[in-house]
């Protein structure tokens, strides 16, 4: 059973830097694919990044230079960490993998197992 906890969140000022984490067990984590979604209030939850299990990434926005996804497949975690972070930021981001190989679009129905969440709030 694939699980998966997120760390990383909270609040921050705006102009400041985040690294979200994300550590995924229960799977073969080399056969993965993994992203990044976030849900902020309101709003339906939409996704912002995932990277391949060979190590290449897709951005929802390719121009939105200020988020970078990667991962460590030795140590079973992934990471979304965002500069300059704008109020409109603020969201609950949420790491999902889908552990079957293939491609995977950065869309939750692409996606089989999710974390729990972490909170990030920037004012």
């Known amino acids: 059973h694939v699980q998966l906890v997120e760390s990383g969140g909270g609040a921050v000022q705006a102009g400041g830097s985040l690294n979200l984490s994300c550590v995924v067990s229960?799977?073969?984590?080399?056969?993965?694919?993994v992203g990044w979604f976030s849900e902020a209030p309101g709003k339906e939850r939409e996704g912002v990044a995932r990277i391949t299990s060979g190590g290449t990434p897709l951005y929802r926005d390719p121009k939105a230079t200020r988020f970078f996804i990667s991962r460590d497949n030795t140590r079973n975690t992934m990471t979304l960490q965002i500069n300059g972070l704008q109020p409109g930021d603020t969201a609950k981001y949420y790491c999902?993998?889908?552990?079957?190989?293939?491609?995977?679009?950065?869309?939750?129905?692409?996606?089989?197992?999710w974390g729990q969440g972490t909170q990030v709030t920037v004012s």
């Open positions: 229960g799977h073969t984590y080399g056969c993965a694919c």
């Open positions: 999902a993998a889908q552990p079957a190989p293939g491609y995977c679009d950065i869309v939750e129905t692409d996606f089989d197992y």
